[in-house]
């Protein structure tokens, strides 16, 4: 178990919150992770490391959405935006790109935005740091838990 997963456990059960661990094989996509936890794509949180002028930021979104980054740039007052690099999310988080989850302090270091989209759906999954880990709460908890700013970023895929 990673140490990020192992964070993110302890914290969801100092919160005493119920939540379904599951172990597959490696899903470097949303899609596959879908598809390996046996859930709709909808309620996956695809978290993203965006970078503004100076500082770095996590965007969490549905995994059937993408993010329109002209309201990203928006949110941040900031014509400065670029997403991280794979060397950067291993630097700063200890993650591969898809294993990102969607949490800021105390997990991680970044300021957390999710889109409203997440709150339509009545659960949140998504991959608890490593691409072999997935975990599973209700929408409540994880807003309650992860303590967003929560904010319209989302476009429909076309």
Known sequence: ?????????????ERNVTFKEIEHPPTPTCEDSAAAR???????GKTLL??????????????ALSADLKKVRKILGSGH???GTHEELWNLAGVEK?????FGPPILPFKLFVDESICENSKIAFNAGVLTTS???SIEDYLEVAQPEITQFAKIIR
Request: charged share 25%.
């Open 135 to 137: 975990m599973i709460l």
């Open 81 to 83: 935006l670029r997403m």
């Open 50 to 63: 965006l970078k503004g002028k100076e500082d770095f930021f996590l965007f969490v979104l549905s995994a």
């Open 38 to 44: 046996g859930e709709s794509l909808e309620i996956g």
């Open 1 to 13: 178990m990673s140490e990020l997963t192992r964070k993110i456990r302890e914290l969801l059960v």
């Open 98 to 102: 898809g294993a990102l989850p969607p």
